[in-house]
């Protein structure tokens, strides 16, 4: 099969084969007489393998990584397990940052009255950062 075969059999874009091609995550294609690239059902199948980590977001270092224990079936699970637990740890990590980011916006959308009397208390908070809160932009400097 073609690059746009094999893109659209994979559902995803011509450009994210190439990636991958580049990044030497999918094995390069033979060529066929015309000189055309020539795809097979084992680039569908590394293909599809590497969409479905990186939809878990599991990042390209690590999913070298799995592809590496892939083609060697008689390993140990331990150090899939291992990748993925580290993987699982940062999800965890991720969620709590987030649950504190929620609650800063939350805290922050309720500082508004809906007065337009008098200035945004939101538009003030985020023009006072720099000086009275600790953000990720604007860490409290020690005076």
Do not use: W
């Not at 939809?55 to 331990?78: G, N, T, Y």
């Amino acid at each position: 099969m073609k690059i746009g075969e094999l893109a659209a059999n994979a559902s995803c874009d011509v450009q994210t084969v190439r990636f991958y091609e580049r990044e030497g995550l999918l094995a390069a294609p033979g060529r066929d007489a015309s000189g055309y690239r020539s795809y097979d059902a084992r680039h569908l199948s590394r293909l599809n393998f590497i969409r479905h980590c990186r939809s878990l977001d599991i990042p390209l270092p690590e999913v070298r990584q799995l592809l590496a224990f892939a083609a060697e079936p008689d390993r140990s699970c331990a150090q899939v397990n291992g990748l993925l637990d580290g993987h699982v740890a940062l999800v965890k990590s991720r969620i709590q940052a987030l649950k504190a980011l929620e609650g800063q916006l939350v805290a922050l959308r309720k500082t508004c009255d809906g007065d337009t009397s008098h200035s945004c208390a939101i538009l003030e908070s985020f023009m006072s950062a720099a000086e009275q809160h600790a953000c990720a932009c604007h860490p409290v400097q020690p005076r």
